[in-house]
């Protein structure tokens, strides 16, 4: 399973420019939709089109591997 680092990418962004980030400035920066990004942020394993990983890659400055992490499905605890 993909596990995005949104919600840790945006607290780092808030940090270091001392502000408030929102889902729809970053909507607004990267053209993606606020439901993709919502899905992103709150499905765990949301399939997403390497497109808008790229964007918010140039959104907040980073390597892929800082965006997605990688969790071998054994891993994941099931509900």
């Known amino acids: 399973m993909l596990r995005y680092k949104l919600k840790e990418l945006t607290a780092e962004k808030e940090f270091r420019e001392r502000r408030r980030v929102t889902i729809q400035e970053i909507a607004e920066a990267t053209g993606i939709t606020r439901n993709t ?13 390497s ?3 790229d964007r918010l890659c140039g959104f907040f400055n980073c390597r892929i ?14 509900p």
């Open 51 to 53: 497109e808008n990983l």
């Open 65 to 78: 591997e800082e965006l997605v992490e990688y969790i071998p499905d054994d891993a994941v605890p099931t």
């Open 37 to 49: 990004l919502s899905k992103m942020l709150n499905q765990p394993g949301a399939s997403v089109r």
